[in-house]
């Protein structure tokens, strides 16, 4: 299974910005998805995560009304809109799928794309 991010880039405090996360191999639309997040100097935090449905999302308490997840099983894509982007959301941002092989684990990883957000 491969996973390959892209949208990310240099944007200032308030913009918007849109990631793709493209999934080839395996059966995507059996995975459940999320994206996470590793700011400089921290651990990596879980951002978002959506059913293999997409029928149920969660969010972390500091993206909540800001960031959309979303996915597209015919394209095998997963997508986070983040709206109002804020400096504290400069980070790595990885996305991920839980193909349940391992009880509450992701096992598959994207190589993560920057998002850096100037004030």
């Known amino acids: 299974v491969h996973l390959v991010e892209s949208g990310g880039g240099l944007v200032q405090a308030g913009d918007s910005l849109r990631l793709s996360c493209a999934v080839s191999?395996?059966?995507?639309?059996?995975?459940?998805m999320g994206w996470f997040r590793q700011g400089p100097g921290k651990e990596r935090d879980v951002v978002a995560s959506?059913?293999?449905?997409?029928?149920?999302?969660y969010y972390a308490d500091s993206v909540k009304g800001r960031f959309t997840i979303s996915r597209d099983n015919t394209k095998n894509t997963v997508y986070l809109q983040m709206n109002s982007l804020k400096p504290e959301d400069t980070a790595i941002y990885y996305c991920?799928?839980?193909?349940?092989?391992?009880?509450?684990?992701?096992?598959?990883w994207g190589q993560g794309t920057q998002v850096t957000v100037s004030s």
């Open positions: 959506i059913s293999w449905s997409g029928d149920s999302a």
């Open positions: 991920a799928a839980d193909s349940k092989k391992i009880a509450g684990a992701y096992d598959y």
């Open positions: 191999g395996g059966t995507f639309t059996t995975y459940k």
